[in-house]
């Protein structure tokens, strides 16, 4: 049965704010849900804790402060926290939804992974970390549950000091241990305490887990895995893949030191390690290319990328829900967990009882090692003699020059597949296949990765769609709608766009504007003033049914003096419009000074025809003949339509025109 059907949550309005849409997953702590921010209009993920925990007052207000710590964050590899609030029992975190899996599904669907590429998934877990630490913060958890990876080959961090507020619980007490076995410090296991350098320890496991894909230690019971950590050594990840080479197994080493002090001192110390680390690697083209220590590029990694059934099914939920489980169960090493340090089995000499063991030297071991200082040697002596170069940093050249200059270093050189930038421009090398600083045989192939510069996107096609189902369209190819203005059109139905600005499949950058002409619908133009044979052809063109009457008025005969529709009015297609013209005076029209006999007439000239010109050009021939203009926007064309009036006028007489 699908529990989210019955999940009492589900459809409710958490805070009059957050709608419950569905259970995402559910843990020992808390239940995640995805929701709808009602108020912002976005699709945010909700943790909501568990009753047990939010009956408690201590917990609550640890929990508060811990929200505020981690919304104030902000970095591209941690999950953002929007908002902490209270509803009745409930007590909640509204937090950014990221839609792909957990670390923990990669590992069930792949195995272990390549060197390359599990520091390509860890070093942006200690980008995040190491702006936590620089703010104070510990995230005290630090798992594959809790690194999320988005559809989109983004890495995130999640879960920041929920255990910190735990720790605030009446539940637990002094003696209890809170985290993950399988990735707990020695110190949190023998004292409690943890310090930045507890994150370091419980990345330098999961480093090694993603390498070898499984967890350096396992036992019959949480206390006998939490043994191992205080009073082993972690072994070399090479000792279980013969392939990895030195570089990441002192990185592991380093990291997972029983001493704290021996070991980095914060997270963002061990990412610097962690680069140089994944720097010296050599390129096999099968897991990427890592663009630095806060991301990875899409599609970075290989293998298929839907959550396994498992996941789906709420074994491995995202947002790190984590297990908090009471004493005495037999949580997996992977699961968070209170349990009593009382439980760890240490002898009477301080060494736990079913682990005291003697020394005893290994001899293989020892002639294995002798072998590999060989080895290096004989490497150093092979690169001395010229047979290894490094590659060149050709990041930021023009390809061209990037091309001759690794030639003239004796590689082959490849232009591989440009990629979209939005800061290189077009044409200059992104990156490079080796990497920069990667020693390989002269005459080895060297592929340079050429940027395509900003992505450019082509306007879509709109016109016809209403305002709402355009600005989702343009938003959705990664544009944005700009300013939105209304003009009338005969033939787009009011509401719906009439063309875009720029024009369609004009390509834009990524994230441009879109403007957008929405029709106002049919309306009716305003032809007074205009001579009745132009506006009765024009209306008549535009596909409206026209009827004239005359009247007797003291105008020039034949100009419409009145309409009805009015102009602007909003029409129908192929409606009648009533024109009322004008036939002069009943006791004949006169020029205003024929029955003035103290002035003379004026001079008459000819009136220039300037239909169907370019209503600027118009204007200038009209007051170059002597007349006054006046311009009229009827149809929003450059052309002149309209002219009245015609004929011989005195000079100085005012002309209409219409476009």
Known sequence: ?????????????????????????????????????????????????????????????????????????????????????????????????????????????RGRLPAREALEMVIPVLAALGAAHQAGMVHRDVKPENVLLTDDGRVKVVDFGLARAVEATNQTKTGMMIGTIGYMSPEQVTTGTADVRSDVYATGIMLFELLTGRQPYAGETPMSVAYRHVHETVPAPSSVVPDIPP???????????????????????????????????????????????????????????????????????????????????????????????????????????????????????????????????????????????????????????????????????????????DKAAKDTVLDTDPGAGAEIARGSVVTLIPSAGPETIPVPKVEGLTEADARAQVAEVGLVVGRVSKSASDTVPRGQVIRTSPMVGKRIKKGGTVNLVISAGLLMPDVTQMMRDQAEKFLRDKGFNVQIDETADNTPPGTVIAQDPSGGSEVAAGAVVHLTVSKGPDTGWHWPWENDNSEAPPDFVVVPDVRFKDVNDAVSELKAAGFQVKVRNLVGTRRVVGENPLGQQPMGTRITIWH
């Open 1 to 109: 049965m699908d529990t989210t059907l019955t999940d009492p949550l589900v459809g409710q309005v958490l805070d009059g704010r957050y709608r419950v849409e569905s259970r995402i997953a559910r843990g020992g702590m808390a239940s995640v849900y995805l929701a709808l921010d009602v108020r912002l209009d976005r699709t945010v993920a909700v943790k909501v804790m568990h009753r047990s925990l939010a009956e408690d007052p201590q917990f609550v207000r640890r929990f508060i402060g811990e929200a505020k710590s981690v919304a104030s964050l902000s970095h591209p590899n941690i999950v953002h926290v929007f908002d902490q609030g209270t509803d009745g029992a409930h007590v909640y975190l509204s937090m950014e939804y990221v839609p792909g899996k957990t670390l923990r599904d990669v590992l069930r669907l």
């Open 247 to 421: 570089s990441i197994d002192a990185l592991v080493a380093a990291a997972t030191d029983k001493d704290p002090a021996r070991r980095p001192a914060d997270a963002t110390a061990m990412l610097v390690a962690a680069v140089e680390a994944h720097r010296s690697l050599p390129r096999t083209g099968a897991t990427g290319s890592y663009t630095g220590p806060t991301g990875l590029q899409p599609g970075a990694l290989t293998g298929p990328t839907a959550p396994p059934p498992a996941a789906a099914a709420g074994t491995a939920p995202p947002y790190g829900t984590g297990q908090y489980l009471s004493p005495g169960a037999q949580p997996g090493a992977s699961h968070t967990m209170i349990q009593p340090r009382s439980d760890l089995p240490i002898g009477h000499d301080g060494e736990p009882a079913a682990r005291r063991r003697r020394f005893r030297p290994n001899w293989l071991v020892l002639g294995l090692a002798l072998v590999m200082v060989a080895g290096v040697a004989l490497t150093g002596w092979w690169f001395s003699q010229g047979r290894y170069v490094k590659v060149p940093d050709l990041v930021g050249r023009n390809v061209k020059v990037a091309r001759q200059q690794a030639q003239q270093a004796g590689f082959e050189v490849r232009i591989g597949k440009a990629r979209f930038d």
